[in-house]
């Protein structure tokens, strides 16, 4: 473990092997001209706003709440006002991400604001429940490396780090069953619950947030319901997009094929095994590639 200090006031710890190729992140950042996104995922309470936290900070000392955001303006703003190799982090932890809006939302705006992202050198960390949630072309092309926290016999303050070879197998393996054994990784590490910013302020923008975000109007209700029982028609009772169509237009229900196709797809299947039931596998592998390739 190495100490890190913020203005002696803030000390936590940090493993030794990822302060090292953090430092190698950080140096090509400033050097190279690279951007480079990061995703941390992970169950609720695992901890792994804290440890985004703390990796930001390293790379970033000026990382303060306001690059600390929870919607997707405060994304655009934080992106746009940020300094060349400035931290951002999106942390999107606390909204459960239960709508495809919501997904949608984070993918076009890592996409629209590719171009930004790289002309100032910025280090993004997003941070949400799971990547296997994104669309492939983040999860897999513009995310660079995936640190994912888990708890150790009931114990919170575990990760373990997928590169960006072996996230994308871990995509391609494991997105089906959700679930983060298919691949072994040797990065692993722990970390402790230190906050880098105001922990009471950070608690009350995140309460703020989460309001805001549960706050769902009758309209998008209804259509979230209707696009599920599409959903259902098409998957369960295993109708054609035709014949769907007709049984709408029956009952007053003007939809077009594409209509329903594009509906049915915003649908998120609720996997029957949670990916967080098990720990990660992260047995010895003779993978041993650095974290940032």
Known sequence: MVIVEKEGETTFYIEAKLKKNLDNIKKKINTKDRDYVLLVDGEEG????????????????????????????????AIKGAGKGQCVIYDE???GLSSRG?????????????????QKNLFVIVV?????????Y???WRSRSLVHCYFKNGNRGRYIIFNKSLKKVLYMKGKKE????????RFKGKFYNKYVVDEAEYRVKKDEALKRKNVMTRASKFQEQRNRLLYALRKECKMSLKEIAILCNKVGVNLK?????????????PSSTSPFQQEPNDDKSD???????
Do not use: H, W
């Open 46 to 77: 695992s901890g792994k706003s804290v440890l985004a936290m703390q990796i930001g900070y390293y790379i970033d000392p000026t990382l303060c709440l306001d690059r600390v955001v929870m919607n997707g303006t405060d994304f655009m703003n």
């Open 93 to 95: 932890a606390y909204s």
């Open 102 to 118: 919501s997904l949608s939302e984070i993918n076009n705006l890592i996409v629209s604001l590719m171009t930004e992202m790289r």
């Open 128 to 136: 949400l429940p799971s990547f296997f949630i994104l669309d492939k």
């Open 138 to 140: 983040v999860s897999l």
């Open 178 to 185: 959700f679930s983060y054994r298919v691949v072994k990784s």
């Open 257 to 269: 094929q594409t209509q329903i196709s594009d509906s049915i797809n915003t649908v998120v299947k």
């Open 287 to 293: 993978e041993n590639e650095p974290f940032f390739p």
